[in-house]
């Protein structure tokens, strides 16, 4: 399997309620992604504070080819559409620890 990350920043003083509209749009469009990509697992975390945003988004297969063609519509979407939400990938991840989950929120809520 192969798997590949992106993390998600909030621009900063941009409203929140712009961020969590972006996200749930982005949610959204995961969701249709998914639906049209059976072979590829897409994992999403966010964590919304009141002057914090944390998210990521993994995508996970078997085909490295699939995954980065996905990887790069779904950063061609956020980055042509959303104001407050910048997307960068994540080069590697040292350990299995690296990805924190307290207090989280997933974009389909």
Known sequence: MYYYHLRLYRIADVDIAIVEDELRR???F???RASLNRDIS???LTFVKKNEVN???IL???ERDKIEREL???MGFIESGFKSIVVKPVKSIKSKEALPIPLS???FE
């Open 42 to 44: 897409y994992y999403t």
């Open 26 to 28: 982005l949610g959204e």
């Open 72 to 74: 790069e519509i779904i």
């Open 55 to 57: 998210g990521y988004i």
């Open 60 to 62: 996970g297969g078997r």
């Open 30 to 32: 995961i969701k249709h």
């Open 105 to 107: 929120r997933n974009f």
